[in-house]
T-cell receptor, first 115, second 113 residues
């Protein structure tokens, strides 16, 4: 079955450590996204990529980095520069339509807790 | 004014009730609109797209009012399984060939037996 796989589902990190969240999709989607969700908040866009080897910053990119070396994969690194990294991280993908009517398919999420 | 603003909720309704959620958006260049459903500690899933003429899917009806810049979601004959957070999503044209999906904070619905 086609879908998006995120790993790990739960992750604990000590302050000052970098951590990388994996996101893999087999939907043949061109566009991939990383969102962050905090309790009682809407999803906020961290980074997105519409094509391999290209990505753009979203609204809250500081302290994060991404790569898009393969169409299927869009890993997110949460660096030690991210001041408040504890959150629920959601990866999504979509067909990149010129009209912008992009329906997102989400992975199950990764819950990061900084100790 | 926030880009996408939803009824803050929470909504607590009995089974069988009709409940409506509203969502306003600030950018008149917004191109497409969606309602997503998110269960507790799960990922959002598309509930329905919202079309200009309004659209219905079973017990769910979505409406778009471009002049007033709001969309709505109506749930009839609510079920216990409708309990979730409902997210309003607006795709905003941001220049060139770029669009940005913006999410509302969500409205929590609890349907009680």
């Amino acid at each position: 079955d086609g879908g998006i796989t995120q790993s790990p589902k739960y992750l604990f990190r000590k302050e000052g450590q970098n951590v990388t969240l994996s996101c893999e999709q087999n939907l043949n989607h061109d566009a991939m996204y990383w969102y962050r969700q905090d309790p009682g908040q809407g999803l906020r866009l961290i980074y997105y990529s519409q094509i391999v080897n290209d990505f753009q910053k979203g609204d809250i990119a500081e302290g994060y980095s991404v790569s898009r070396e393969k169409k299927e994969s869009f890993p997110l690194t949460v660096t030690s520069a991210q001041k408040n990294p504890t959150a629920f991280y959601l990866c999504a993908s979509s067909i990149a339509r010129a009209s912008g009517a992009n329906v997102l398919t989400f992975g199950a999420g990764s819950r990061l807790t900084v100790l | 004014r926030k880009e996408v603003e939803q009824d803050p909720g929470p909504f607590n309704v009995p089974e069988g009730a009709t409940v409506a959620f509203n969502c306003t958006y600030s950018n008149s260049a917004s191109q497409s609109f969606f309602w997503y459903r998110q269960d507790c500690r799960k990922e959002p899933k598309l509930l329905m797209s919202v079309y200009s003429s309004g659209n219905e899917d079973g017990r769910f009806t979505a409406q778009l009012n471009r002049a007033s810049q709001y969309i709505s979601l109506l749930i009839r004959d609510s079920k216990l399984s409708d309990s979730a957070t409902y997210l309003c999503v607006v795709n905003i044209f941001s220049g060139g060939s770029n669009y940005k999906l913006t999410f509302g904070k969500g409205t929590l619905l609890t349907v009680n037996p």
